[in-house]
C-alpha cells in the first residue's frame, strides 16, 4: 500500500486504510511466533551485525507493506514475548489481554493529558480514575490527588521532590519553586531500606540532594526495614544536626518482594517530623485481593504512595501513578503558561492536567487501567493476583525441600531468589545457558552470593511449568 494517505480522517479511504493497517499488523505480529519461548536465543553481536545492516531513513519510503515487511523479517523474531511462560527475569510483565485494546484507542486517538482541549474525555477519565485509586488505598478523595507518570521511577522522584519542598517550606519558611535550595539543605536526609530500588539514590541526586541524602537502613531476616536500627540512625543523625525529612517505605522489594512495616515507620516518622512515602510499585496490585491485601499494612497512613501498572497489575508499558493525601503536596509542579493553562479557563471548569506532575504531553494511560478494572472487576482480578502468589509459595516450598538449592527469603509476594549449591560461577552458567535456549530467568546477588530469581507474574503459569523449570536447572547442574 503506498502512503498516500496520512492520518485517520472520516473518509472512506482513509477508514479503510486504517482498517488494512490494524488486520496486517495483527497477522504480522501472530505470525511472528509459533512456539511458547520468549526469545529466539540469538546472541547480541549477530543481532547487532543484522539491525545495523537496516538503513534509518532512505530517500525514497518503502511503504506500508514494504517497512512492515522488514520489521516482520529482521526485528519481530527477536522482540522479547513477554507473554511467554519461559520469561521470568524481571517485574516486567505480560499484557493482559483487553489492555491491548485500551492501548490502540490510546493511540489512535493520540489525545494528550497536559490540557483539556488535548483530551476531554481522557482528562475526565484520570480526575475519575485517580479518585477511585485514592479510595482504593483508603486516602479521602476530597483531600487527595495524583496523577499517572511514565513509571515508578517517577512517582517516586514526584513524591521526593514534593515531600523535600514541603519539609523546606515549612521549617524554613522558604519557597523552593522561586528561590531554589536554601543555605543548609546538604543535612536533609531521606531513609529507606539498604535494598531499596534505585531510584532513591537517583531521585536524590535529581532533586539537587546527592546520593549522600539517603540513608539507607540496614534489613532484618525478612528483608524488611530494621525498624530498631532505623529508630537509632534519626538519633545519630538528629544529634549530629541532620535533618531526616522523609521515609520511604517498600511495598515489594525488587529482588525479594519484601514488604517494609509501614505502621512501624510512621511511629518514626511522626516522632521526627518526616513524611512517609510507600514505594508500592511492585505490591500495589495486591490491594485487589481481599484475601492477600492485609499484607501490606495500613497503606492510608502514608503521605503518598506509588503504584505500578506495569508490574503485577499486567498492564502495558507505561503505567504508573503517584497519589498525595494532601493534594497540595502536588503544588511544586503548577506553573501557568499563557498557551497551555490558563487560569481563566480553569475558573470555568476547565482542567489542565499538565500541574500536576513532571510531564508535559502525557499518554491517556489512564483507559488502561479502567479498561482491566472493568472488564475482569475486582474478584476476577484479585484471582489472577493471588495465583503469582501461590506459584511462588509453591517454588520457594518445592526449592527448600531439595537439598540442591539454597532459598534465602520466604517470598511475600510472587518473586523466588535461590542458588543451585556449587558456587557463583555454576550459577552464572545456568542462567547463560537457560537464555540461550530461550528460556529467560533472573539473576542478583545477595549475602555477596550470586543468585537466580523467579519473578512469577504470568498467571498462565502453572505448577507442570514450574516442575519442568526446576528440573532443567537441575540438569545444568
Ligand atoms: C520497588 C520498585 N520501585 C520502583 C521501580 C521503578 O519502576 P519503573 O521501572 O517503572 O520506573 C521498580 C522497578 O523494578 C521497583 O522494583
Known sequence: MPLSKYTLSNSKEERGAYGRIVDETKNAILSSFSDDSAFSGIDPLSLRKDVQSISLLDDEGL????????????????????????????????????????????????DSLDSWDQGPAATEIEVMVIKGLLELFGFDSEKGDGAFTSGGSQ?????????????INKNSNWDVKKRGLPEGYDRLRLYTSEISHFSMDKSAHIAGLGYDAVR??????????????????????????LK???????????????????????????KYGMQLHLDAAYG???????????????????????????KMFLLPISCSAILFKNEE???????????????????????????????????????????SFKARGK??????????????????????????????????LSSVVFALRGGDDLNRRVRRSLLNEGTVI???????????KLTLLNPNIEHEDLDSLINRIKDLK
Open 63 to 110: 511503504g506500508f507493506d514494504g517497512t512492515l515487511s522488514l520489521v516482520k523479517e529482521k526485528i519481530m523474531p527477536h522482540l522479547l514475548r513477554t507473554w511467554s511462560k519461559s520469561y521470568m527475569p524481571h517485574l516486567h510483565s505480560p499484557a493482559l489481554l483487553e489492555s491491548l485494546s485500551a492501548e490502540m484507542i490510546i493511540s489512535a486517538f493520540n
Open 155 to 167: 512517582s517516586n522522584l514526584t513524591a521526593i521532590i514534593a515531600a523535600r519542598d514541603k519539609y
Open 216 to 241: 539507607h537502613i540496614p534489613v532484618n531476616e525478612k528483608c524488611q526495614v530494621n525498624i530498631s536500627a532505623f529508630e537509632r540512625m534519626l538519633r545519630e543523625d538528629t544529634d549530629n544536626g
Open 244 to 270: 531526616p525529612f522523609l521515609a520511604v517505605a517498600t511495598l515489594g522489594t525488587t529482588d525479594f518482594g519484601s514488604i517494609d512495616d509501614v505502621e512501624g515507620m510512621k511511629v518514626l516518622c511522626e
Open 284 to 310: 500495589s496490585a495486591l490491594i485487589l485481593s481481599d484475601k492477600e491485601k492485609h499484607r501490606l499494612g495500613n497503606v492510608s497512613l502514608a503521605d503518598s504512595i506509588t503504584i505500578d501498572f506495569h
Open 329 to 371: 503536596d502536588l503544588d511544586p509542579f503548577l506553573l501557568h503558561a499563557d498557551y497551555l493553562n490558563r487560569e481563566e479557563d480553569e475558573e470555568d471548569g476547565y482542567i489542565n492536567l499538565v500541574g500536576k506532575g513532571i510531564q508535559t504531553t502525557r499518554r491517556f494511560d489512564a483507559l488502561k487501567v479502567l479498561f
Open 379 to 412: 474478584k476476577e482480578y484479585g484471582r489472577i493476583i493471588e495465583k503469582s502468589l501461590k506459584n511462588a509459595e509453591y517454588v520457594y516450598r518445592r526449592l527448600s525441600e531439595d537439598p540442591d538449592f539454597i532459598v534465602p527469603v520466604k517470598p511475600e
Open 442 to 452: 533472573g539473576q542478583t546477588v545477595k549475602d555477596s552470593l550470586v543468585m537466580l
